[in-house]
């Protein structure tokens, strides 16, 4: 089975720190997309890479970064967390843009 | 890339019944995926149909396509407890980016 795990389940930060959150899966999957789900605005895409140093940005990707330098592994970085980023993240992994998507359990990032 | 748009938002039924959610797209596609969300398992994809394909099966659940009408249904037979869920619908053309609509939650009552 594809496995995509994420670094943490839950995460407290402070305003204007710098946040990590790592995504890993295990099955060479080309494309790695990073979500983030509020209550009434659904699932919007954040950022999305479909290859190795590739990323293109999503609907919101203000305040936001990200690094893919390995296949598996897909970053998110928030420079300077502020507390509209509390959210719940999801990152997903697929074989291609024809292929249905395997999702990570989450991270519920809160910004104090 | 596209959205698809589930319908009703919400269904409530009772455990044993039969769940039908539908799904409305707007243009062509290369096939059509469903989701689930639920509390305990997050978001796991559950059967995806392919644009020369009308129905497919899996388990207890049954997918419909209908590309002429640009519609689909998710048909999940004798409900259980833990149906209890959101269900997406994903139109995929095979672009990069998809897109995730409100979706329908389904309360099965035991």
């Known amino acids: 089975d594809v496995k995509v795990t994420q670094s943490s389940r839950y995460l407290v930060k402070r305003t204007g720190e710098k946040v990590f959150l790592e995504c890993v899966q295990d099955?060479?999957?080309?494309?790695m997309f990073w979500y983030r789900q509020d209550p009434g605005l659904g699932l919007r895409l954040i950022y999305f890479?479909?290859?190795?140093?590739?990323?293109e940005k999503g609907d919101i990707p203000e305040g936001y970064s990200v690094s893919r330098e390995k296949k598996e592994r897909f970053s998110l970085i928030l420079e300077s967390a502020s507390t509209n980023q509390t959210s719940m993240y999801l990152c997903a992994s697929r074989i291609s843009s024809y292929n249905e998507q395997f999702f990570g359990p989450g991270t519920r990032l809160t910004v104090l | 890339s596209q959205q698809g748009e589930e319908d009703p938002q919400a269904l409530s039924i009772q455990e044993g019944e039969n769940a039908t959610m539908n799904c409305s797209y707007k243009t062509s596609i290369n096939n059509l995926q469903w989701y689930r969300q639920n509390s305990g398992r997050g978001l796991v994809h559950l059967i995806l149909?392919?644009?020369?394909?009308r129905e497919k099966h899996s388990g207890r659940l049954r997918v419909t396509l209908d590309t002429s009408k640009k519609s689909s249904s998710l048909l999940i037979t004798a409900s259980r407890a833990a149906d209890t869920a959101s269900y997406f619908c994903v139109p995929n053309a095979g672009g990069f980016k998809t897109i995730f609509g409100a979706g329908t939650r389904l309360f099965v009552k035991a």
């Open positions: 890479s479909y290859d190795v140093k590739m990323k």
């Open positions: 099955m060479d999957h080309e494309n």
């Open positions: 149909i392919r644009s020369n394909e």
